[in-house]
Each structure stands twice: as C-alpha cells, then as structure tokens.
C-alpha cells in the first residue's frame, strides 16, 4: 500500500507529530500517514505502533477520502471494518455452522468468499467485535438419543423419587472411574506473562474406582478400589448398599456396560432389595455420579504432582474416605438439574436435608 503526501503535507504532519502533549491515538494516526510515506509495509507499521491493520487502511482510506485537513481534524466517519454489514452477518452464520482451528483459516475463507485480506492480527478483532471467542468445542455424544434422555428425566426419574419421598427408597448413581498416575495440568489465575511449573511424571498406572452415589445425598458414598471394575465387583458394591439401607428398595442408575447387564449379576439382583435402572444409551450428562469424578480431579488431581503411585492412591483413597467435608459443595454441585443433548433443561427435587 503506497501514499504519496505533498511537501506541504509532511511538513504538516510532521509538526503535529512533534506537538507536545499529543495522544497516542492521534500520534499513531499522524505517524501512519508518514509511514506510509516513507514506503514502510503494513507489517511493518503494525509491529512499530502496535496497530491492527484494519486501523492503517482506515487511516489510509480516510486520507484520500476527507483530505488531509479534515483528517486531522477528525471529520470522517470511523471506519469499523472492510466487510461490509451483510458480509459480517453471512460470516457470523457461517461460523455458527464451521468450526475453524484459527483465524488464520477464517481470514482464508473471507479472502475466498468475499475477496477481502485480513491479516490474522486484524481477523482476530473482527472476530471479538462479531461476538466471537476462542475456546474448546464442546463433545456430545453421536448417537445420544433426545428424546429417550427427555422421557427417563421428565417421567422415570421422577416416578423414582416419588418412592423415595415415602421413605421406602433410595435412589444411587453408579459408575466406575480409571483415573492415571500422571500430572494432568488446569487452568488457575497466573500471573501475566510467566508459567506457573507443575512437576510432571508420565505414569500409566491406574487406580479403578466402582462407586455408587446417593441421588438426594451425595455425600453419602459407597465405593470399591477394584482391580477390575466388572460384574463381581458390582455385586459387591450392591452389597455395601444393601448393608447401608436395610428394609428399603435401592434403585441403582447405570450406564449400559456389559457387565451392568451380566446375567449372574441381574438374577442375584432380582433376588435382592436392587432394581437395576438402566440409563438411556450415550448418556453420560444424565449420570450424577460423572459430577463427582469431575470434582475429585479438581480438588485432588488436577496440577498436583504424586511422586509414587502409592501416594496418588492415597490420595484418592482420603479423598472418598472423607467425602463427608465436601458436603456444601456436592450438595451444589450435584443437584438433579440435568441438560439433555438436544439442549432440554429439566429441574428436578434439590437434595434433602
């Protein structure tokens, strides 16, 4: 992008320029002009000012549309971006549909589709100016299905909970969870500029946890540190809910793994005081329990650093134990609000006392 000013012209500027008291705003717009006078590129004048580039071709424009002394006196409409109205809010669609990894790819697409050139700097703001930000995608399951997730959150749940409600019930969650002696870092407030260090080791030894959580209680735990989660170890966790609610009818919530449907572990169920009530298939936002393990790794995993896998299992293992001294906090976490795939919010019952 070339500008040729008059002799007159950069003397002008150049004056302003050395105005004491001048503001950034207005020195930048002032130096632009004679940047690019001088021949120096757009790169350039964006890493000397730190300017987008949308700003220099603003200048640019504004230049050879108001002429010099207008500019000066700032008597031109600003310029707010080189897509016009319609161009942004066919690209903001087109985003709402596309996923892109940078604005680097976008900025391809609109040179593309619309034929104009954004550098990433400059395709980043119009980007935030257009409502956008960065930040990871969020998984749903492919095969989840809306309205068997609607039909067990707005009928057989609270069919169940209505039995609790007289006393005669209990409802649990159930679910196993493998997490890996290794350091798994997380976001945290950290000072501009600097890392915070997290000691990293790259272990693969896994410590298995079956466990089963209250519906209306979630402090109230039962769990199992396994060497395989499977239908033996399930059947010993029903055992531990048995011993904890005797006389009463446990419906016991879980996902359709096989050994959930292990015909040794359904007969000796049918035999018991265990309903086992099967979750609609790919449904894992609709098991409390997955709450849980997301807590756990915030609280005891997540950027903390064990040494020894025997210290990472104690952890865990503490952790469980005294499940009791998160009470508050999974009571306002783990409360029967649930969003099914398709974007249903359902608010159920809040824990009892």
Known sequence: MSLILTKDELEALQLEQNTAGLSKRRYRKVTVLIMLHQGHSVKTIEAALGIDDNTIYRYHRAYYKAGLSDFLDDSYVAYTGRLTEKQEEALAKHLDDYLYPDAKSI?????????????????TDLLHRLGFVFKKSKSVPAKADEEAQCAFVEEALPALLEEVATGDAVVYYADGCHPTHNTKTSRGWIRKGEDFEVDCNNGRQRVNI?????????????????????????????RQLLRKHPGKKIYFICDNARYNRNKMLTEWADSQRIDFVYLPTYSPNLNLIERLWHFMRVKILNSTYYEKSSEFKSAIVSFLGGIKLYKEELRSLLTLNFRTVGGTS????????
Do not use: W
């Open 107 to 123: 900025a391809a697409y609109v040179l593309e589709r619309f034929g104009v050139d954004y550098s990433v700097g400059g395709m």
């Open 346 to 353: 359902v608010h159920l019952s809040q824990t009892s006392s």
């Open 210 to 238: 079956n466990a089963a959580v209250n519906a209306l209680k979630p402090e109230h735990l039962v769990y199992e540190i396994a060497d395989t989660i499977n239908a033996q170890s399930t059947q010993r966790l029903c």
